[in-house]
């Protein structure tokens, strides 16, 4: 299925030379949308690891078998270490103070949530979820800082999605631990892609049993917990998206809580997240190719409508004064000028502290481009019409009419790429 990615015409001849695959030995190389990028599995313990590969009915295509079977050389550790850990840690964790309430991140995907917690992150008052830490729940407290050094091989970069810089010290989604510690996640879709969505009930908790919406909780305060500690009570700034269809939840949780809500022109946002799980649903499926014409599409504008309808819904349960709603057009135009206003409307001190460090970052990252789509018109449609009440209200009806009168328009020398792996 194509990404809807439209290639400028000078790279062209480039994506046509990137077309033609290097001999493989196909039975023991995975091709990858997207580049090459080692399993996240790595951080699950050997009992989550098996019921993940017993739900998929162990489907697993003759080229993943290699990396699949490189888990086992590192899985039944975090069990052990997890033991160690809470062996020290455990007591101090549940006793440790929770007076500062979070900052949560929500927004769908490609709304620029990345960008807005890597901003955060260059504040030294405040702390994050690094990459480490989600990956391997189970034993950070006693394991950053040492083994990230080892595994820092299993990580490239940059993104395969987007060329953003990667890191283990970097921010990271907390959904990633939630699913390493073996509670349900939308994004164990990952694994077994072939199959369609999984634990799309897990977005809203709604229809979820109390037990199991009570163990999901549990969960997260079990990580929410010994971050605080590992990060000294400092502030935690949270980040995603999923989250942002549980806000009920996250209310009764945490009653004080601050956040920060993106926004962006669903026909741009819609194509950037077809490509997104076009990625790492190849770089993280135990079988692959992932096949997933029959239902992307569908699956990308169903969440995409269900996560602003569940926020437009429940966003009254949030103070307005611990509230921010932006576009992301307006902040990426102005970062600096958004963070300024985040931090005054939210009570959060340090902003003039933090600012240097903020345009430092921004500026090294300054020859970053967002990607250009192209949706076939039917395509568009659809996405106008499902989503024509989030469009009027956050003012991208004009934006709108002027992608379909381009769509309209006689088409530029340009291609709509749909990239073999690299």
């Given at each position: 299925m194509p990404d809807y990615e439209v290639v400028p015409e000078e790279e062209t001849d480039k994506v046509a030379r990137r077309k033609r695959p290097k001999p493989r030995l196909p039975a023991l190389t995975i091709e990858r949308y997207g580049g090459r990028?080692?399993?996240?599995?790595?951080?699950?313990?050997?009992?989550?690891?098996?019921?993940?590969?017993?739900?998929?009915?162990?489907?697993?295509?003759l080229n993943c078998i290699p990396d699949a079977l490189a888990l086992w050389l590192w899985v039944p550790w975090n069990g052990v270490l997890r033991r160690?850990?809470?062996?020290?840690?455990?007591?101090?964790?549940?006793?440790?103070?929770?007076?500062?309430?979070?900052?949560?991140i929500l927004g769908h995907w490609r709304t620029g949530t990345t960008l807005l917690h890597d901003?955060?992150?260059e504040d030294p008052t405040l702390a994050y979820p690094t990459t480490y830490e989600c990956f391997f729940p189970h034993h950070f407290l006693i394991s950053e800082g040492r083994l990230d050094r080892v595994?820092?091989?299993?990580?490239?970069?940059?993104?395969?999605?987007?060329?953003v810089p990667v890191g283990f010290d970097r921010p990271q989604?907390?959904?990633?631990?939630?699913?390493?510690?073996?509670?349900?996640?939308?994004?164990?879709?990952?694994?077994w892609p072939r199959f369609g969505p999984a634990d799309s009930e897990y977005f809203e908790l709604k229809g979820v049993p109390e037990q199991a919406r009570k163990s999901w909780a549990d969960g997260f305060m079990w990580f929410y917990r010994r971050l605080v500690l590992k990060h000294g009570g400092k502030r935690l700034v949270m980040k995603s998206p999923p989250n942002t269809s549980r806000l009920k939840l996250l209310t009764e949780m945490f009653p004080n809580a601050r956040y920060v809500y993106l926004v962006r022109n669903p026909i741009n946002l819609f194509s950037s997240t077809v490509k997104l799980w076009r990625a790492l649903y190849s770089t993280q499926g135990l079988h692959n190719p992932p096949h997933l014409d029959r239902w992307l599409d569908d699956y990308v504008l169903d969440?995409?409508?269900?996560?602003t309808e569940a926020y437009e819904r429940d966003r009254h349960l949030?103070?307005?004064?611990?509230?921010?709603?932006?576009?992301?057009?307006?902040?990426?135009?102005?970062?600096?000028?958004?963070?300024?206003d985040i931090y005054a409307r939210l009570g959060i001190s340090g902003f003039d502290q933090a600012e240097p460090k903020m345009r430092a970052f921004l500026d090294a990252r300054s020859e970053h481009s967002v990607s250009k789509y192209r949706l076939p018109e039917p395509l568009r449609r659809k996405i106008v019409d499902r989503m024509g009440a989030f469009i009027d209200?956050?003012?991208y009806r004009e934006a709108v009419e002027v992608a379909a009168a381009s769509c309209a328009a006689p088409k530029p020398k340009t291609t709509v790429r749909e990239r073999e792996p690299s």
């Open positions: 990028l080692v399993y996240i599995w790595f951080g699950m313990r050997a009992g989550d690891l098996l019921k993940l590969f017993k739900r998929g009915r162990y489907n697993f295509t160690i850990s809470e062996a020290k840690y455990a007591k101090r964790a549940e006793e440790v103070k929770l007076d500062t309430p979070p900052v949560f901003l955060f992150a595994f820092r091989i299993l990580l490239p970069k940059r993104r395969p999605q987007d060329d989604e907390e959904e990633f631990a939630l699913m390493m510690l073996g509670l349900p996640s939308p994004y164990l879709t990952m694994a969440t995409l409508a269900m996560m949030i103070p307005e004064d611990r509230r921010v709603e932006i576009r992301f057009e307006d902040f990426i135009k102005d970062p600096l000028t958004a963070m300024r209200r956050y003012g």
